[in-house]
């Protein structure tokens, strides 16, 4: 049964399916949308956190770490509520769109991204402390030097922040609905179709989704490697 259904899944990637085709589609788009507009706020949150000196900022840090374990479906859960037609938002029309799984998964992995791009500055601010004293930047200033002398290490956060987008199933399946077609991505087809015994298709979707993580880390090695043979 295993190998047939192994040969199956192969079938669908070799022929091309639209279907399956559509739904990594998606997944990307939606993962990848939602990953930038994170970044966005994750990155200069992070750095921020990572200079400021006042009496909050331990505070922040528990803040930050506690949100990397945010769960799936409580976020799905607030942002349906949100989004319904009897919220606050409702008006908008978002729910059951990839708009809402987008949302869902910036508010996910901003703090994932938020707390590793704290350590990496930190670090950073650390061995230039005295330098950036010394040119008397500014906070401003001082962040986006740091965000950009640390571009390549950053990398690994935007990679932990896609890779728990892309593998997301418990938000974007509440807020998302699962409709074929329109917001059914890898995760929750996976789900689905395992559901209903449909073990090529589920199969096809496992393997391309580890595909992408596995391709997606191996660039990311590439690129930091060559930076570390470039710049030193």
């Known amino acids: 049964m295993i190998l047939s259904s192994l040969l199956s899944a192969f ?58 374990g ?33 949302i869902a998964q910036a508010i996910l992995i901003a703090p994932i991204i938020a707390a590793l791009t704290r350590q990496v500055i930190e670090d950073a601010h650390a061995e230039y402390r005295d330098w950036f004293a010394s040119l008397h930047l500014s906070t401003l200033r001082t962040v986006s030097t740091l965000l950009f002398d640390c571009r390549f290490s950053l990398l690994t956060a935007l990679l932990a922040g896609f890779g728990r987008a892309i593998a997301e199933v418990g938000a974007v399946m509440i807020v998302g609905g699962n409709i074929n077609g329109f917001t059914r991505v890898m995760t929750t087809s996976i789900a689905l179709e395992t559901s209903k015994g449909d073990l090529p298709l589920a199969l096809a979707l496992g393997v391309i989704l580890i595909a992408i993580v596995f391709a997606l880390n191996a660039i990311a090695h590439a690129i930091k490697s060559y930076a570390a043979r470039t710049y030193g």
């Open 11 to 68: 079938t669908l990637v070799r022929d091309g399916d639209t279907g399956l085709f559509n739904i990594i589609g998606l997944s990307l788009f939606v993962s990848g949308i939602g990953t930038g507009i994170a970044a966005l706020i994750g990155m200069p949150l992070g750095a921020w956190v990572a200079l400021t000196r006042s009496r909050t900022r331990p505070i922040l840090i528990v803040f930050l770490n506690a949100c990397m």
């Open 70 to 102: 945010l769960p799936p479906v409580v976020v799905g859960l607030v942002i349906y509520l949100l989004l319904s037609r009897s919220g606050p938002l409702g008006s908008l029309g978002w729910l059951f769109t990839p708009k809402a799984m987008i």
